[in-house]
């Protein structure tokens, strides 16, 4: 299994733009190859060193493999997804991990 976690900062993090890159990543559930799909923001959980509360929505996917999550990355509503949102964040960070 293949775990793809992705971190998005907005470029003005108000009500609005947050909305629109939420509702992009909802459209990625309709992605074959993924499995699972979780679409967070962050929680209000306590402020400590190791938490980092500055990133405005995340998103959490699970594929059965590696090709699934290539085939992720070139799929049409994937590229849709970043033709419509990507101006909307200033900086995105990618986690992906495999079971051990």
Request: proline share 3%; hydrophobic share 40%; net charge negative.
């Amino acid at each position: 299994m293949v775990i793809h976690h992705v971190f998005f900062w907005l470029h003005e993090p108000n009500v609005a733009n947050l909305q629109k890159l939420l509702n992009g990543l909802k459209t990625l559930k309709s992605i074959k190859t993924v499995r699972r799909i979780h679409i967070g923001v962050p929680a209000s959980t306590e402020s400590r060193d190791v938490v980092d509360h500055s990133y405005s929505a995340s998103e959490l996917l699970f594929f059965d493999d590696h090709e699934g999550q290539l085939a992720y990355q070139t799929d049409p509503v994937h590229k849709k997804f970043i033709e419509d949102c990507g101006q909307l964040w200033k900086k995105v960070i990618v986690y992906d991990s495999i079971d051990v």
